[in-house]
């Protein structure tokens, strides 16, 4: 873990980045950064060196001082929470160069009564996990592979309706930050141009009749060459032709996040259902739906309230899937 950075301002790096955020165009003198934040001017370079080594860079003029000329495209926890525009999402945020799975490190945190909200991201996985163990292919530096620690009073049953609420979540803020048209494929799939750039794995420990808590895994392929992804998969940087900010979209990402989350906490799901029903590439399609070891075939006609996909077989009966993998056929 990248103990320098935890996001929460406390750390001498953040007070100086802050201060150099707040006027982005003016140059700062050495003398007053030191006077601002108490420190000897000896020091102020020790932390000035250390954003340096993390790939922040400064343009030094004689007389007038220095300005922060680069910020690194990594998904530091300091970028992500800073002027965050959340209550609680993303205001602690853990952040790692390379972990095993995101969600087993947010699993474990939320055993040992992580806050609800709490982050977990890291610029690559050697284990990304998708759902029944399929694996999640992260490269480094290109994708978002995070995980959130929610504490839902739900009844396990109902962990549905978040994956849903999560996948209109990402769709949207995909929308907003790149303005790719992104669809979702029921359950947990987000889609561009027919290919998958995201997937969103639910996790949760939970009592026959509540659930403790839920950790909400979400991977986007966002500056992925597709040579590097399998096959099927595509990338917002193949979609829409242009390099998109990792931390600009996981900042959407977090913010629309607890926007759904405290609607569905407040009015209940039926206002997600709505929105999934706008941003769907499912419905009305033909489709073959695996669910355990069945197999069923036939129409997508709608979701209902508890976020099950209602299918029209061709004998005119209806099927009900709770959850399962869904192949578009037409
Ligand atoms: C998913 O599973 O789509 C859920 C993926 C969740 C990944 C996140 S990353 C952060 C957090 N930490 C983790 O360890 N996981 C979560 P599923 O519906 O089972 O889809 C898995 C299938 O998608 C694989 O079997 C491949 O066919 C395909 N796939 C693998 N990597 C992919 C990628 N990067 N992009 C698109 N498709 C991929």
């Known amino acids: ?57 400064f343009d030094a003029v004689p007389h007038l001082g220095y300005r922060l000329s680069k910020v690194p495209d990594k998904l530091y926890a300091y970028e992500i929470s800073h002027g965050l525009k ?36 890291a610029e690559a996985q050697n284990k990304g996990r998708g759902r029944l163990s399929r694996e999640w ?35 949207t803020a995909i929308r907003d930050e790149t303005g790719i048209p992104a669809v979702i494929k029921w359950p947990n799939d987000i889609f561009v141009d027919a290919k998958k ?23 986007i392929n966002c500056n992925t060459k597709l040579s590097e992804l399998p ?8 979609a829409g032709g242009e390099a998109v900010s990792r931390v600009g979209l996981t900042r959407t990402i977090l913010e629309k996040l607890e926007q759904n989350y405290k609607l569905f906490t407040k009015e209940g799901f039926s206002p997600m259902i709505t929105e999934w029903r706008n941003l769907s590439t499912t419905l009305g399609k033909r489709v073959r739906a695996t669910c355990m070891h069945k197999k ?31 192949t578009l056929l037409r």
């Open 1 to 57: 873990m990248d103990s320098r950075f935890r996001g929460n301002d406390k750390s001498m790096e953040e007070k100086i980045l802050r201060l150099f955020k707040r006027d982005p165009d003016t140059h700062l003198s050495g003398e007053d950064i030191s006077s601002k934040l108490d420190i000897s001017r000896s020091a102020l370079w020790k932390h000035i060196e250390k954003l340096r080594n993390l790939g922040y860079e």
């Open 197 to 219: 750039v995201s997937g969103i794995l639910t996790e949760m420990e939970a009592e026959c009749d509540s659930v403790k808590f839920l950790v909400l895994g979400i991977g």
């Open 231 to 238: 096959k099927g998969a595509g990338s917002l940087l193949a």
């Open 296 to 326: 069923i075939e036939g129409e997508a006609m709608d979701i209902d309230s508890d976020g099950a996909l209602i299918v029209r077989l061709d004998n005119g009966f209806r099927e009900r899937i709770l959850a399962g993998d869904l």
């Open 86 to 121: 959340t209550d609680r999402f993303g205001k602690e945020v853990v952040y790692y160069d390379r972990v095993g799975s995101t969600n087993n490190i947010a699993y474990d945190l939320a055993q040992k009564g992580a806050k609800e909200g709490t982050v977990v991201i």
């Open 137 to 171: 292919v992260s490269p480094k530096h290109k994708g978002i592979y995070m995980s959130v620690i929610l504490r839902p009073e739900i009844a396990p049953f109902q962990a549905s309706k978040i994956t849903l609420t999560s996948a209109v979540s990402v769709a």
